[in-house]
């Protein structure tokens, strides 16, 4: 025997031994190689895998899904020893680096991404980022169990845009729009308080200016009207002493006052005026800020009601995508479910028709058997017979006599007969003539035969009324009533 030969596993490898004295695969971290042994360094540490994974979700959006995983088998102890086997017989033989383990490792996860980012829409993928990759890594490490691999470390990046179909962008841009708009509308909302605001500031000073020059003026008139009064009452005294001067006097200031009343309304009515045509002139620079406003409105909601518009259309064609697609499904999904269910029933019907035949042979073999065991009784009964005919020297009637006491057929007949009597009580009348029969010996007329024949009829009637029920008819007579 050879002497063995004593192997040491580096820190990142393990040793897989075959061949002589062991079933399977050994693995060690140092061993005795005995000769018709074989043994492979396997190196266990872990690999970095970049993939850009391409999906799509729910909405039928595609995306770029990038990733980065960190796979490799697991520290060689007794609870992976089972996991480090399937690795050592599957992958070992392959080196990590090269493509066959990465299309491998990149087909198991872009398997499994698909299927979970179909199921999603967009919106969730995007927000629920934490989620899905922790789904996307459990999904994973399920699928790289059977091969004895173990995932150490996943990193998703953030999602990527397919080329022609931005949607991440448009995302963006649909988010800086609706802030750019904001923006506008707090600008048009502080510009309508700040203009609001100055409009009715004037206006209150303009009220207050004008309520003063009205209190002005009304008391004015009214200290003018006194004075008037007062200069009136002189006046009218000293035309009481100056006469004619002074009654020229008073219609000469009478002129002049007249005069003034006409100056005062004259500049009271261009003072009016002139307040009405600055009204008039606010009011129409008034009208024109408005229209301004109106029209810069008209723009913006326009614009909105466009926005808007555009992207519901969006949102209702990728609905009705979703939808059609969800159709889809569930028709593929009701197709197998019937065909499933045919498969099935056929399955029934064979079993079912297979119960049958072994039902009906076996009534058959069941039926042959009883047919021969009559077909052996008929055979034995037949030489019995010939026997018995034999010896009676072929008396048919003394067959017959011997069969019919031999099964009890006498007996049977004597039971019939004595049931058939059991219960009858016959009922027996006689009749005689009134003369006891002596009318005959003495050569009596027809006339006492006659009177024999109507004697007899009650006792008849009676009787048949008795054993059948029915009485006679009216004509004839009718029976004493025995129940009164």
């Not at 009452?233 to 035309?239: A, D, G, H, P």
């Not at 004259?266 to 600055?278: F, H, W």
């Not at 064979?350 to 052996?376: F, I, V």
């Not at 005959?440 to 059948?468: C, F, I, W």
């Amino acid at each position: 025997m050879g002497i063995p030969k004593y192997i040491v596993a580096g820190p990142s490898e393990m040793l897989a031994i075959t061949g002589n004295g062991i079933s399977e695969i050994l693995l060690k971290k140092k061993h005795f190689l005995w000769p018709l042994q074989k043994c492979t360094r396997l190196d266990i540490s872990p690999v970095n895998y970049s993939f850009e994974v391409q999906a799509m979700s729910a909405e039928k959006l595609p995306f770029f899904l990038p990733a980065v995983f960190t796979i490799g088998p697991k520290v060689l102890d007794e609870a992976n020893y089972e996991s480090l086997i399937k690795y050592a017989k599957l992958v070992s033989n392959t080196d990590k680096e090269s493509t066959h383990i990465k299309d491998l490792v990149k087909g198991v996860i872009e398997g499994e991404t698909r299927v979970l980012a179909a199921s999603m829409t967009m919106e969730q993928i995007f927000k629920g980022t934490k989620e899905f990759k922790q789904e996307v890594f459990d999904k994973v490490q399920l699928e790289l169990n059977q091969f004895g691999l173990y995932i150490y470390n996943a990193n998703v990046k953030q999602l990527v845009d397919v080329p022609g179909h931005e949607y991440f962008s448009y995302l963006g841009q649909k988010t800086q729009m609706e802030a750019a708009n904001q923006a506008k509308i707090d600008v048009a909302e502080a510009k309508k308080k700040g203009e609001i605001g100055a409009k009715l500031r004037d206006g209150e000073t303009k009220q207050n200016a004008a309520k003063i020059d009205a209190e002005t003026f009304i008391i004015s008139t009214r200290r003018q009207g006194e004075g008037k009064k007062e200069e009136v009452r002189v006046r009218t005294e000293v035309e009481i002493f100056e006469n004619q001067r002074e009654a020229e006097v008073v219609e000469a200031i009478a002129v002049l006052a007249k005069k003034k009343a006409g100056w005062s309304q004259t500049a009271r009515l261009a003072e009016v005026e002139a307040e009405k045509a600055v009204d008039i002139r606010e009011a129409e620079l008034q009208m024109e800020v408005e229209k301004k406003k109106a029209f810069a409105e008209t723009a913006k909601l326009k614009a909105e009601l466009l926005s808007k518009a555009n992207v519901e259309y969006d949102i209702k064609v990728q609905e009705a995508n979703s939808e059609l697609y969800k159709r889809q499904k569930d028709a593929e999904a009701a197709l197998f479910e019937s065909q499933k269910k045919a498969e099935a029933q056929k399955a029934n019907a064979d079993a079912e028709l297979y119960s049958r035949q072994q039902t009906a042979n076996s009534e058959l073999y069941a039926k042959q058997k009883e047919a021969e065991g009559l077909a052996a009784v008929g055979k034995a009964q037949t030489v019995y017979l010939g026997s018995l005919l034999k010896e009676l020297n072929h008396n048919y009637s003394a067959l017959r006599d011997y069969l019919m006491i031999n099964n009890g057929i006498y007996q049977e007949i004597a039971n019939i007969n004595a049931q058939a009597v059991n219960g009858m009580q016959p009922k027996i009348s006689i009749w005689s003539g009134a003369d006891g029969g002596q009318s005959k010996g003495e050569g009596g007329s027809g006339l006492n035969d006659v009177a024999g024949v109507y004697r007899m009829l009650p006792p008849l009637l009676q009787t048949v009324h008795e054993q059948t029920g029915m009485n006679p008819p009216a004509w004839l007579g009718t029976l004493p009533d025995k129940s009164k």
